[in-house]
């Protein structure tokens, strides 16, 4: 191999190619991120009544999050104390009354608790307290379930709630979109042939917007100059004056949202929040992208289209509202997998170069790092 190419001011150095193909990387990425940091595991609307449960894989755990009978949701990791065994095996259903392994029958109610086990009764010198499920740490914010498999969870109000502010500004400036108050109009499942870091790193920037996203630009002409609306503090990226609305053709969209301000009526806005959320607010809906990262190449996106619960209940058409992003997200994904594809190549042993409209991509790479060295 040739030596590295000496960089200019204008740019700077990506991680290496091996970052998003090793094995080992990945491994330590799930242990000291995904497993350290707070992760929106579900909707919390959709685990509705009792005994309604979800399960959801955070890193290498899975966890299964479920109402009790007081409407309280909790999180457990989804293990048996007896032999380890996994208690829920489906993604989601309703649990009669408690939650029981399917092995030896091991019997949780739905606070965890050790509540019943064949011959548990002749083993008075069990302390049963002891052995419920091990619980989770689990924050509700926006609509969803962030859970948090970490003996000590980072502050939530820090790495969660202060992304969002470092993003808009303020914390409060996400309020005005009331998403918890918003149901689901559509979701689509992605399955993406990519390193999850590839992904935020895509989200991040709009340097491609021109040459992939020939729709979205036409709505955000200001993209097309290569200029992320998170390359800015506050910053949302304005419509078109020819659009109505966030649609696929431009045209007018769906009932906009009450608390959406003057300020921001014709505005797209983008939040990252690490390790595996993006937020994009306009007008009348909101676009919640969840990442669950299954391998070094390998990534699920699960995508939500959040309206006004009239607007879901009515009937109205979603499919001009949605397939804007449906369209972007497809193209993006895309564009992740050539990435991918490349990056085992020597070519990229030492990794690429961001130019200035990217340089904001570097903080991600100087988290990651820093999460990695613990």
């Given at each position: 191999?040739?030596?590295?190419?000496?960089?200019?001011?204008?740019?700077?150095?990506?991680?290496?190619?091996?970052?998003?193909?090793?094995?080992?990387?990945?491994?330590?990425?799930?242990?000291?991120?995904?497993?350290?940091?707070?992760?929106?595991?579900?909707?919390?609307?959709?685990?509705?009544?009792?005994?309604?449960?979800?399960?959801?894989?955070?890193?290498?755990?899975?966890?299964?999050?479920?109402?009790?009978?007081?409407?309280?949701?909790?999180?457990?990791?989804?293990?048996?104390?007896?032999?380890?065994?996994?208690?829920?095996?489906?993604?989601?259903?309703?649990?009669?009354?408690?939650?029981?392994?399917?092995?030896?029958?091991?019997?949780?109610?739905?606070?965890?608790?050790?509540?019943?086990?064949?011959?548990?009764?002749?083993?008075?010198?069990?302390?049963?307290?002891?052995?419920?499920?091990?619980?989770?740490?689990?924050?509700?914010?926006?609509?969803?379930?962030?859970?948090?498999?970490?003996?000590?969870?980072?502050?939530?109000?820090?790495?969660?709630?202060?992304a969002v502010a470092d993003r808009l500004g303020t914390a409060e400036a996400v309020?005005?979109?009331?998403?918890?108050?918003?149901?689901?109009?559509?979701?689509?499942?992605?399955?993406?042939?990519?390193?999850?870091?590839?992904?935020?790193e895509n989200f991040m920037e709009c340097y491609h917007c021109?040459?992939?996203?020939?729709?979205?630009?036409?709505?955000?002409?200001?993209?097309?100059?290569?200029?992320?609306?998170?390359?800015?503090?506050?910053?949302?990226?304005?419509?078109?004056?020819?659009?109505?609305?966030?649609?696929?053709?431009?045209?007018?969209?769906?009932?906009?949202?009450?608390?959406?301000?003057?300020?921001?009526?014709?505005?797209?806005?983008?939040?990252?929040?690490?390790?595996?959320?993006?937020?994009?607010?306009?007008?009348?809906?909101?676009?919640?992208?969840?990442?669950?990262?299954?391998?070094?190449?390998?990534?699920?996106?699960?995508?939500?289209?959040?309206?006004?619960?009239?607007?879901?209940?009515?009937?109205?058409?979603?499919?001009?509202?949605?397939?804007?992003?449906?369209?972007?997200?497809?193209?993006?994904?895309?564009?992740?997998?050539?990435?991918?594809?490349?990056?085992?190549?020597?070519?990229?042993?030492?990794?690429?170069?961001?130019?200035?409209?990217?340089?904001?991509?570097?903080?991600?790479?100087?988290?990651?790092?820093?999460?990695?060295?613990?």
């Amino acid at each position: 191999m040739s030596a590295p190419t000496p960089l200019s001011s204008s740019l700077v150095p990506t991680l290496p190619g091996h970052s998003y193909t090793d094995a080992v990387i990945f491994a330590e990425e799930q242990e000291r991120i995904f497993e350290s940091h707070w992760f929106a595991a579900a909707r919390s609307a959709e685990i509705d009544g009792t005994g309604a449960f979800r399960t959801v894989d955070v890193g290498r755990e899975n966890v299964v999050l479920v109402r009790g009978r007081d409407g309280r949701l909790r999180a457990f990791l989804n293990v048996c104390r007896h032999r380890g065994a996994r208690v829920c095996m489906q993604q989601s259903g309703v649990a009669k009354r408690n939650l029981q392994c399917g092995y030896h029958a091991w019997t949780y109610g739905l606070d965890g608790k050790l509540v019943a086990a064949p011959n548990l009764t002749s083993m008075p010198d069990v302390d049963r307290s002891a052995f419920g499920l091990v619980p989770v740490h689990l924050r509700e914010w926006l609509g969803y379930a962030w859970v948090c498999v970490a003996d000590e969870p980072p502050s939530f109000e820090d790495t969660v709630i202060g992304a969002v502010a470092d993003r808009l500004g303020t914390a409060e400036a996400v309020d005005g979109w009331d998403i918890a108050g918003l149901e689901v109009g559509r979701r689509i499942r992605y399955e993406v042939h990519a390193n999850w870091k590839l992904i935020i790193e895509n989200f991040m920037e709009c340097y491609h917007c021109a040459t992939i996203h020939p729709e979205l630009t036409e709505v955000l002409p200001e993209f097309a100059d290569g200029y992320a609306a998170q390359y800015f503090v506050g910053h949302g990226a304005a419509f078109a004056e020819e659009a109505a609305g966030f649609t696929v053709d431009g045209s007018a969209g769906l009932t906009a949202i009450p608390g959406v301000g003057e300020g921001h009526d014709r505005k797209y806005y983008a939040i990252t929040v690490n390790p595996q959320v993006f937020i994009n607010l306009v007008p009348d809906h909101v676009i919640f992208h969840r990442m669950y990262p299954s391998g070094p190449d390998r990534t699920v996106v699960e995508c939500d289209w959040l309206f006004l619960p009239e607007v879901v209940r009515s009937g109205r058409d979603l499919d001009r509202s949605v397939e804007l992003f449906h369209r972007v997200n497809q193209q993006d994904f895309d564009a992740c997998e050539r990435c991918q594809l490349a990056a085992s190549s020597r070519a990229y042993a030492d990794g690429g170069v961001l130019v200035p409209s990217e340089h904001h991509i570097g903080a991600f790479h100087t988290w990651v790092t820093e999460q990695l060295q613990g």
